[in-house]
């Protein structure tokens, strides 16, 4: 088993910074692919970006490329989302992800992942 935990989510105005992280935990050494999720009320979760362990392979969605970075720390088990240049459409919960898979090339899918965390919220005023 696998557990992931975010934190670092918050309240911003718009053109701020947020960097979120995620702990892992349990059979970490196992672990091929992380991303992050998001989901707005009234709206479906949403792939935000994802990072292989091995390959630092990387997948941005379009609405997030060029603003946001996904990283990772293996020395801590931790993956990050720095988050530049927030608008108000970014407001949403924010879920981290893992899975023993590689990741899919090209698109990233809720599907792919089999472990979640809980959310932390992100909120971003104009």
């Known amino acids: 088993q696998v557990q992931v935990a975010e934190s670092g989510g918050g309240s911003v105005q718009a053109g701020g910074s947020l960097r979120l992280s995620c702990a892992a935990s349990?059979?970490?050494?196992?672990?091929?692919?992380m991303g992050w999720f998001r989901q707005a009320p009234g709206k479906e979760r949403e792939g935000v970006a994802h990072?292989?362990?091995?390959?630092?392979?990387?997948y941005y969605a379009d609405s997030v490329k060029g603003r946001f970075t996904i990283s990772q720390d293996n020395a801590k088990n931790t993956l990050y989302l720095e988050m530049n240049s927030l608008e108000p459409e970014d407001t949403a919960m924010y879920y981290c992800?893992?899975?023993?898979?590689?990741?899919?090339?090209?698109?990233?899918?809720?599907?792919?992942?089999?472990?979640w965390g809980q959310g932390t919220q992100v909120t971003v005023s104009s």
């Open positions: 992800a893992a899975d023993l898979f590689v990741c899919r090339r090209g698109s990233i899918r809720r599907g792919d992942f089999a472990y």
């Open positions: 349990g059979y970490t050494n196992k672990v091929n692919c």
């Open positions: 990072i292989e362990m091995v390959s630092t392979y990387r």
